[in-house]
């Protein structure tokens, strides 16, 4: 029996990806996203192209039966080995500004549907004692900006889930993985869906998502608890880690007052 992959937000960025690149090692896959049409396009694509079995399965992982059946499903995986929780959006604007329903969603979707599905995938790992889980956070979780403030905020929150479940884990004597993966500025969909222009980045600042996917799964095999594609975010992630807390919120400040958002 083949080993089974679910990916969530698995229609276009990251997530494509990840399924494009699992699909090549011969994984099944349930793939997760809202789009119904794009999402069975891919599924019957990757399973013509590489001989797997590709289930789609629509849902809004925003919606409390949605998230339930999606849980259910992986509750139900006895072959499941992969959790990959990358469904994720970012909006902008000052959050007392900003409309609420957009920040209540994104909070549903980052820490309360990483949280629900990475429980009901961890029960049937730990007791299988085999598996991985990634959590597709952000460079962002290590910091905070303004006009950015609930999606560095729940990137935070997956990072710091994520090291605790690992340091559970560990002390378990689990062989079961956790990862965060907190990629800078990807090539997808993501920037144009949460309004955002990208005109102040330059070109060496993007990395393609397949490359992000390749570096997660190399990390992934050697039990690498943080992973931060590109060798800029990497000494970028660093520094923000050292930094005076004062020094960085008065360089967020700055910034934003550079590009006109507040």
């Known amino acids: 029996m083949r080993a089974l992959a679910l990916i969530t937000g698995a229609s276009s960025g990251i997530g494509a ?12 896959l349930i793939l997760v996203a809202r789009r119904v ?20 399965f629509p849902a809004d992982l925003t919606s409390d039966p949605d998230l339930d059946r999606v849980a259910q499903r992986i509750a139900d995986a006895a072959g499941l080995e992969l959790l990959i929780n990358n469904a994720g959006f970012g909006s902008r604007g000052k959050f007392f500004e900003t409309d609420l329903r957009s920040q209540d969603l994104m909070h549903r979707l980052h820490v309360l549907a990483t949280l629900r599905l990475t429980h009901a995938a961890l029960q049937g790992m730990v007791a299988r004692k085999r598996g ?32 605790g479940l690992a340091q559970e884990l560990a002390g378990a004597g689990s062989p079961v993985k956790v990862q965060a993966l907190c990629p800078g500025y990807t090539r997808t969909e993501f920037q144009d869906a949460a309004g955002l222009s990208t005109e102040h980045i330059g070109d060496a600042m993007w990395i393609n998502s397949e490359d ?17 594609p590109g060798w800029r975010y990497k000494a970028a992630t660093f520094l923000l880690k050292h930094a005076p807390r004062a020094i960085l919120r008065a360089a967020a400040t700055r910034q934003q007052r550079r590009l006109g958002r507040i």
């Open 17 to 28: 990806a990840f399924a494009s690149t699992l699909a090549e090692r011969k994984y099944d």
């Open 132 to 163: 991985g889980i990634v959590n597709v956070s952000s460079v962002a979780g290590f910091w905070q900006a303004p006009g950015n403030v609930s999606y560095c905020a729940t990137k935070c929150w997956m990072n710091s889930f994520t090291e």
């Open 212 to 228: 992000v996917v390749a570096e997660s799964l190399r990390g992934l095999d050697r039990g690498k608890l943080f992973v931060i």
């Open 37 to 56: 049409d794009r999402l069975r396009e891919s599924a019957e694509s990757l399973a013509r192209l590489h001989g797997v079995n590709v289930e789609p």
